[in-house]
């Protein structure tokens, strides 16, 4: 009896110590400039999203101010989904690892680097937006 007791709270106390790790979803983790890696991480996850979100209304005000073109819309689209592919593939190169885990070759600051490039990427793609939003597709 002593024995299947000492087995039960082996076993709570497993569950006890696996249970934040599997628990914590990365949304969870907020950034702290000064925390460890993983709040490290959630600041460059926010800034990225920050920049995302930029990127977005610019995106949506070009549609908007250029409403009346539906082939600039079309290739505007088509352009933007081009962009994406592009970032996607400059981050995959840039982030290159022949190893199966990408954190053999880049280490935990991985996710930090990545976020903080693709950040970079699309405020450079939102800064092209907003010269089409100001100076018009012609300059």
């Given amino acids: 009896m002593r024995r299947v007791i000492f087995i039960f709270f082996i076993a709570i106390a497993?569950?006890?110590?696996?249970a934040p790790t599997e628990s914590w979803a990365v949304e969870d983790i907020k950034c702290n400039g000064?925390?460890?890696?993983?709040?490290l991480n959630?600041?460059?996850?926010?800034?990225?999203?920050k920049a995302d979100n930029e990127l977005n209304?610019?995106?949506?005000?070009?549609i908007k101010k250029e409403a009346d073109d539906k082939l600039?819309?079309?290739?505007l689209r088509l352009a933007q989904k081009a962009w994406l592919s592009f970032r996607d593939a400059d981050l995959e190169a840039r982030f290159a690892c022949?190893?199966?885990?990408v954190r053999v070759c880049w280490g935990s600051m991985y996710i930090m680097s990545l976020f903080y490039r693709k950040a970079e990427l699309t405020r450079e793609r939102t800064k092209h937006f907003q010269q089409l939003l100001k100076d018009g597709r012609g300059a």
């Fill in 14 to 18: 497993i569950a006890i110590a696996i």
């Fill in 34 to 39: 000064s925390g460890n890696q993983l709040e």
């Fill in 42 to 49: 959630a600041c460059a996850r926010d800034d990225f999203t």
């Fill in 57 to 62: 209304k610019t995106y949506q005000a070009l």
């Fill in 72 to 75: 600039f819309i079309s290739k």
């Fill in 98 to 101: 022949a190893e199966d885990n």
